[in-house]
């Protein structure tokens, strides 16, 4: 692999000197493959099963440049980011034809490569990853689906939220809700999904005793959801393939007919964190990064809409030095789950000479993270400013393929001062380098209503009541 054209940021993490992000990295590389006066161009096209289709496009050294081993480097991480945040099997690549060959070698042979083809690919297109060279430069016509989500607050509706640590449930009546409970689990490697089955069943029930009869049922949970369906969801990860396919694959609809067949509407946790920053808001064009266990992400365009995307921004790359933080399930480095997260939380807990047990849970860390920072203890104070750092060079990377004016943050992480925290050296990483964006963008934290409900309110709001 060759070195990446790096850029060193105006704002350094505290305790990731090294840290080199990935919207500067792209701009370096731009920079001087724009100043040989000879870059060469090259498009891309990511093409969905629907038929969706995204542009793209990018400049690179010429062949014969001392710089043109870097070529490779720069559109691999492109397409990754591309294939996590679009979502896609088909890679349509007008360029020189031996970097599509190099592309296509990469998903068939390297071990990081095989998981993203295994998994976007075949687990949620039902086909492997495939670069296809265009001729004539005839790219295929761009194509975008977009459809409204949510928002549906009539009659007595149960929401629920499946995370990595625990899981809300909320009933509501007419957008009102009147109970809500918060259970601590551990699915991640659970490898019967009878758990999975009975606590979710669980805090339904115990929502459904406060409403008079339930008419819909509305869920978040990390991963990918196909008319209810999973496709691929670390919630699930211990189950073993075969069962995951005889009983996990159809889980949601198994929960609907215990429930009598009542609308039941199932989507990615980050699309209802993003849906419930909009409703929050009054808003359109947000994207809403939620940091808990792992990192979700969703986004509402400026019609308040959903997309097609996978906005999987945690297998996404934001930082593109060689020996970046690794992924521990996709074995990729810089991907976002490292650092918006838990697990950034507890990897940064050396650096700032915190002393935790290694075999303490990740959501046990960060609480004595949080300990120590209402106490005003500068080590707890260092995590979060390096997280803040962090999110506001990642958010200037998000920029470059998202068009949203709000950002909105929340999880576990930004609980308590440490949020705040965050937030404000985000704002100062823009400030300090991307001048262009501080007018525009925004960044929001729940209220603690929001904070309470949010997420279990817009999810209760998915499904659609047939109108009598």
Same mark, same amino acid.
């Given at each position: 692999?060759?070195?990446?054209?790096?850029?060193?940021?105006?704002?350094?993490?505290?305790?990731?000197?090294?840290?080199?992000?990935?919207?500067?990295?792209?701009?370096?590389?731009?920079?001087?493959?724009? /100043?040989?006066?000879?870059?060469? @161009?090259?498009?891309?096209?990511?093409?969905?099963? +629907?038929?969706?289709?995204?542009?793209? $496009?990018?400049?690179?050294?010429?062949?014969?440049?001392?710089?043109?081993?870097?070529?490779?480097?720069?559109?691999?991480?492109?397409?990754?980011?591309?294939?996590?945040?679009?979502? $896609?099997?088909?890679?349509?690549?007008?360029?020189?034809?031996?970097?599509?060959?190099?592309?296509?070698?990469?998903?068939?042979?390297?071990?990081?490569?095989?998981?993203?083809?295994?998994?976007?690919?075949?687990?949620?297109?039902?086909?492997?990853? &495939?670069?296809?060279?265009?001729?004539?430069?005839?790219?295929?016509?761009?194509?975008?689906?977009?459809?409204?989500?949510?928002?549906?607050?009539?009659?007595?509706?149960?929401?629920?939220?499946?995370?990595?640590? +625990?899981?809300?449930?909320?009933?509501?009546?007419?957008?009102?809700? %009147?109970?809500?409970?918060?259970?601590?689990?551990?699915?991640?490697?659970?490898?019967?999904?009878?758990?999975?089955?009975?606590?979710?069943?669980?805090?339904? =029930?115990?929502?459904?005793?406060?409403?008079?009869?339930?008419?819909?049922? $509305?869920?978040?949970?990390?991963?990918? #959801?196909?008319?209810?369906?999973? =496709?691929?969801?670390?919630?699930?990860?211990?189950?073993?393939?075969?069962?995951?396919?005889?009983?996990?694959?159809?889980?949601?609809?198994?929960?609907?007919?215990?429930?009598?067949? %009542? @609308?039941?509407?199932?989507?990615?946790?980050?699309?209802?964190?993003?849906?419930?920053? /909009?409703?929050?808001?009054?808003?359109?064009?947000?994207?809403?990064?939620?940091?808990?266990?792992?990192?979700?992400?969703?986004?509402?365009?400026?019609?308040?809409?959903?997309?097609?995307?996978?906005?999987?921004?945690?297998?996404?790359?934001?930082?593109?030095?060689? +020996?970046?933080?690794? +992924?521990?399930?996709?074995?990729?480095?810089?991907?976002?789950?490292?650092?918006?997260?838990?697990?950034?939380?507890?990897?940064?807990?050396?650096?700032?000479?915190?002393?935790?047990?290694?075999?303490?849970?990740?959501? &046990?860390?960060?609480?004595?993270?949080?300990?120590?920072?209402?106490?005003?203890?500068?080590?707890?104070?260092?995590? #979060?400013?390096?997280? $803040?750092? #962090?999110?506001? #060079?990642?958010?200037?990377?998000?920029?470059?393929?998202?068009?949203?004016?709000?950002?909105?943050?929340?999880?576990?992480?930004?609980?308590?001062?440490?949020?705040?925290?965050?937030?404000?050296?985000?704002?100062?990483?823009?400030?300090?380098?991307? @001048?262009?964006? %501080?007018?525009?963008?925004?960044?929001?934290?729940?209220?603690?209503?929001? =904070?309470?409900?949010?997420?279990?309110?817009?999810?209760?709001?998915?499904?659609?009541?047939?109108?009598?």
């Amino acid at each position: 692999m060759n070195a990446p054209l790096l850029s060193t940021p105006k704002i350094v993490p505290i305790l990731d000197p090294l840290f080199h992000p990935a919207v500067l990295a792209n701009r370096a590389f731009h920079a001087a493959a724009r /100043a040989t006066g000879r870059s060469v @161009p090259v498009r891309l096209a990511i093409e969905q099963a +629907d038929g969706s289709v995204f542009h793209t $496009g990018t400049e690179i050294f010429p062949e014969n440049h001392a710089q043109a081993g870097a070529n490779f480097d720069h559109l691999e991480r492109l397409v990754k980011f591309l294939l996590w945040a679009r979502g $896609g099997w088909r890679v349509h690549f007008d360029g020189p034809q031996a970097l599509a060959v190099s592309l296509q070698n990469h998903f068939l042979e390297t071990a990081t490569g095989r998981f993203d083809s295994e998994t976007i690919g075949l687990k949620i297109f039902d086909r492997a990853i &495939e670069v296809a060279p265009v001729m004539n430069g005839a790219l295929p016509t761009a194509r975008a689906r977009t459809q409204p989500l949510g928002r549906n607050l009539d009659g007595c509706r149960i929401g629920f939220d499946l995370g990595g640590s +625990d899981r809300k449930v909320a009933a509501v009546i007419d957008g009102e809700v %009147v109970f809500s409970e918060e259970t601590v689990w551990d699915p991640y490697f659970e490898s019967d999904p009878q758990y999975h089955f009975d606590g979710i069943m669980d805090s339904l =029930k115990k929502a459904a005793a406060h409403l008079p009869r339930v008419d819909a049922i $509305g869920g978040s949970a990390a991963g990918c #959801y196909v008319n209810n369906r999973v =496709k691929v969801a670390s919630l699930f990860r211990g189950v073993p393939p075969e069962v995951f396919d005889r009983r996990v694959r159809d889980l949601f609809l198994e929960i609907q007919r215990a429930w009598n067949g %009542v @609308p039941l509407e199932v989507v990615n946790d980050g699309e209802v964190t993003a849906l419930a920053g /909009a409703m929050s808001l009054g808003r359109n064009g947000v994207l809403g990064i939620a940091m808990g266990t792992s990192q979700a992400a969703g986004y509402v365009t400026r019609d308040g809409h959903i997309t097609s995307w996978l906005n999987e921004l945690a297998f996404a790359p934001v930082e593109h030095r060689a +020996d970046a933080p690794v +992924d521990e399930w996709s074995g990729d480095r810089g991907c976002g789950a490292q650092y918006f997260s838990q697990q950034a939380v507890g990897r940064l807990l050396v650096p700032a000479g915190i002393e935790a047990p290694a075999e303490l849970p990740l959501p &046990e860390k960060l609480k004595l993270v949080q300990q120590l920072m209402a106490a005003d203890d500068s080590r707890a104070w260092q995590i #979060y400013q390096t997280i $803040g750092v #962090y999110l506001g #060079y990642a958010v200037a990377h998000y920029a470059d393929f998202y068009d949203f004016d709000h950002v909105l943050v929340l999880g576990r992480v930004t609980s308590g001062a440490g949020g705040d925290v965050i937030l404000a050296e985000a704002r100062g990483v823009l400030h300090a380098e991307f @001048p262009e964006l %501080v007018g525009r963008i925004q960044f929001h934290m729940p209220d603690e209503k929001d =904070k309470r409900h949010g997420q279990a309110v817009a999810a209760a709001s998915l499904p659609r009541l047939a109108k009598k």
